[in-house]
């Protein structure tokens, strides 16, 4: 079955790009833009970090569940300050990189409604993979 065959969840609302995918984009032209920033190909990684945005408000779009779409805000804050910090280096404006600060402190904030909110931890935290493989009850 192919992407466009998946038919969205309850808790997904319908995208062209299946949220598995979003979500495997976007992690992959987050790590691709980091290794590019840190061997200094920085015209390759500023297109990739706007890659990474557009995935992660894809995402955002694409869930429903309010636990869940925060988490997403938070994932979502954390590639802003990535994404300010490579700008700030790539082109010489460490105000920018202050920003990352408050992108930090908008993630937190996110994270922490996401457990104030949820009926299960376990179930909010359940789209990040490594939380999966650990089995959290």
């Known amino acids: 079955m192919s992407h466009k065959d998946q038919v969205p969840s309850e808790f997904e609302r319908p995208f062209f790009i299946s949220k598995d995918v979003l979500d495997t984009m976007n992690s992959v032209t987050w790590f691709f833009a980091d290794a590019l920033w840190m061997i200094e190909l920085h015209n390759f990684a500023i297109p990739l970090m706007g890659l990474t945005i557009f995935s992660g408000l894809c995402l955002l779009y694409v869930e429903k569940r309010l636990p869940v779409i925060f988490i997403n805000l938070a994932i979502n804050a954390w590639i802003m300050m990535n994404t300010m910090w490579i700008v700030s280096e790539i082109e010489g404006l460490q105000h920018i990189k202050s920003y990352s600060h408050l992108a930090f402190a908008f993630g937190v904030t996110f994270i922490a409604l996401a457990c104030v909110t ?8 359940s789209h990040f993979r490594r939380f999966r493989i650990l089995k959290i009850k």
């Not at 949820?118 to 935290?125: G, L, N, Q």
């Open 118 to 125: 949820s009926k299960s931890i376990r179930e909010t935290f």
